[in-house]
C-alpha cells in the first residue's frame, strides 16, 4: 500500500495563478482532510470530506474549493493564489476520524 | 487563550533522560486527544491516543486531566531517535486542533 500520497511535492506560483493539489489515499478511508502548516502556528484544517461526494468547511477554508469526487482521492484547488497561502499543504485520511494517516505534503511558494 | 497550547522548547535532555511534556486544551467538552510526532520536513504520525485512564506503550506514557485540562506525555530512556517535535492535537469545533509542537532534542 502506498497509504496516502500527494502530488505535487514542490510548486511555486505567481500571484493571480490557479492550480490544483491532488492528494490519494488507497486504504479505502472514509474520511479526509486537508490542513496548512505555517511557522509557528500548529496545523490549520481548511476543508475536509466524510464521504464520496461531500465536503465541509474547516477553520480556514477562505481562498480554496475541494473536491472529492471518488473515495479515494480529495483535491484542493486554489483559484488565485495570494502570497499569504504560501505554506506546507498535508493531506491526511482516517478510517473513522480518529487516527489520522498523513500524506508527506506540498510545499507551496506564492510570489 | 489559544485553543491548544504547548511550550515550543526546544526540550534539550541527554540520552537515558526522562522527559515530559503538557499541553493544555481550553474546551472543556473536548472528548478525543492525541499524540503525534513529525519529524524535521516529514509528516505527523500518530504516537498514541489518551484515554481518560491514561495509557502506556513502551517508553511512552500519556495522562489526560480533565479537571485541569491538559494532556501529558512522558518518554522514558530517551533515544537519539525521539528527538522530534510532538504535537498535541484535541477535537475542537473545527475537527482537530493541533498544538504548535514541542521540540525534543535527545543527546548523546
Known amino acids: 500500500n502506498a497509504g496516502v500520497t500527494q502530488t505535487p511535492k514542490f510548486r511555486v506560483l505567481k500571484t493571480g495563478q490557479s492550480m490544483t493539489l491532488l492528494c490519494a489515499q488507497d486504504?479505502?478511508?472514509?474520511?479526509m482532510y486537508w490542513y496548512r502548516q505555517d511557522p509557528g502556528m500548529g496545523l490549520r484544517l481548511i476543508h475536509y470530506?466524510?464521504?464520496?461526494?461531500?465536503?465541509a468547511k474547516g477553520e480556514v477554508p477562505d481562498g480554496y474549493n475541494v473536491s472529492r469526487l471518488k473515495k479515494q482521492n480529495f483535491l484542493l484547488g486554489l483559484e488565485s493564489a495570494a502570497p499569504s497561502q504560501t505554506s506546507v499543504y498535508f493531506c491526511?485520511?482516517?478510517?473513522?476520524?480518529?487516527?489520522?494517516?498523513f500524506g508527506p505534503g506540498t510545499r507551496l511558494t506564492v510570489l | 487563550r489559544k485553543e491548544v497550547e504547548q511550550d515550543p522548547g526546544p526540550f534539550n535532555v541527554p540520552e537515558g533522560a526522562t522527559v515530559a511534556f503538557n499541553c493544555t486544551y481550553s474546551?472543556?467538552?473536548?472528548?478525543?486527544f492525541f499524540w503525534y510526532r513529525q519529524d524535521c520536513r516529514k509528516e505527523p504520525k500518530l504516537l498514541m491516543s489518551?484515554?481518560?485512564s491514561g495509557n502506556e506503550d513502551g517508553r511512552f506514557t500519556a495522562q489526560l486531566n480533565r479537571a485541569s485540562q491538559y494532556i501529558s506525555l512522558l518518554i522514558r530512556d530517551s533515544k537519539l531517535s525521539d528527538s522530534a517535535t510532538y504535537l498535541c492535537?484535541?477535537?475542537?469545533?473545527?475537527?482537530?486542533?493541533f498544538g504548535t509542537g514541542t521540540r525534543l532534542k535527545v543527546l548523546a
Open positions: 491526511a485520511s482516517s478510517p473513522d476520524d480518529n487516527e489520522q494517516f
Open positions: 486504504m479505502n478511508h472514509e474520511y
Open positions: 470530506s466524510v464521504g464520496e461526494g461531500t465536503t
Open positions: 474546551n472543556s467538552a473536548s472528548q478525543s
Open positions: 489518551v484515554y481518560s
Open positions: 492535537v484535541v477535537n475542537g469545533p473545527y475537527k482537530y486542533i
